[in-house]
């Protein structure tokens, strides 16, 4: 048996015909030069995407680092300013050890007071501030704040007699400088000109 196509009432030839038609409508003509086009427009808006993308990107990772500078700075100031507010006290401490009697020297209140200022000491030691050497120095107006002036020839002129305040150092910069007595021979001086 043998099956018929109905194909309406088209010839032959004309259904074939319609078929290819339909299918050309169905199947858009590209050409090669649109193609090009729409490959080097997507390829340039690809491009731009990822230049934008980069650029945040970069701005970004250096939002990122500036926040953590400022946040490390304000960590540093702080810290700089209690440890300022705490050297008085040490000051305070160092002084009045200076002037405890004898007598008293081995009583178990002083020697729990010394050992508060011995933890004041490791406190300061371990945020890095590091006492500034002052007498017998060479003044140092980065290092040292000349409160007095002593006329000596003991000692030549310019070097640091006594330190009247200790200085410290944070790191590499200077918390406090030391307040000192600076030699000076300027009696003679005075001297060679009376």
Same mark, same amino acid.
């Not at 970069?58 to 500036?66: D, I, M």
């Not at 002052?134 to 060479?138: E, K, L, R, S, V």
């Not at 330190?163 to 410290?168: L, M, P, Q, V």
């Given at each position: 048996m043998t099956?018929?196509?109905?194909?309406?009432?088209?010839?032959?030839?004309e259904a074939s015909q319609n078929q290819n038609d339909f299918q050309a409508e169905a199947e858009p003509q590209w050409s090669v030069q649109a193609l090009q086009a729409e490959l080097e427009k997507a390829q340039a808006q690809a491009? /731009?995407?990822?230049?934008g993308w980069q650029r945040s990107r970069?701005?970004?990772?250096?939002?990122?680092?500036?926040? /953590?500078?400022? @946040?490390?700075?304000? @960590?540093?100031?702080s810290n700089e300013a209690l440890l300022l507010k705490l050297l008085p006290i040490v000051d305070?401490?160092?002084r009045a050890?200076?002037?405890?009697?004898? /007598?008293?020297?081995?009583?178990?209140?002083?020697n729990g007071i010394s050992m508060i200022l011995r933890n004041l000491h490791a406190l300061l030691e371990s945020q890095g501030v590091a006492p500034i050497q002052?007498?017998?120095?060479?003044f140092d107006p980065q290092q040292h704040e000349a409160v007095l002036l002593e006329a000596t020839t003991e000692h030549p002129e310019g070097t640091v007699v006594a330190?009247?305040?200790?200085?410290?150092r944070l790191g590499g910069r200077i918390l406090r400088p030391a307040q000192v007595k600076v030699a000076t021979n300027t009696h003679k001086e005075q001297e060679a000109n009376g």
């Open positions: 099956e018929q196509t109905d194909m309406g009432s088209f010839p032959a030839g491009a /731009e995407y990822l230049d970069a701005e970004f990772a250096n939002y990122k680092k500036r926040i /953590e500078a400022e @946040r490390e700075e304000v @960590r540093r100031a305070d401490f160092e050890f200076e002037k405890i009697p004898r /007598e008293w020297a081995d009583s178990p209140w002083v002052a007498a017998g120095q060479t330190e009247i305040r200790r200085g410290y």
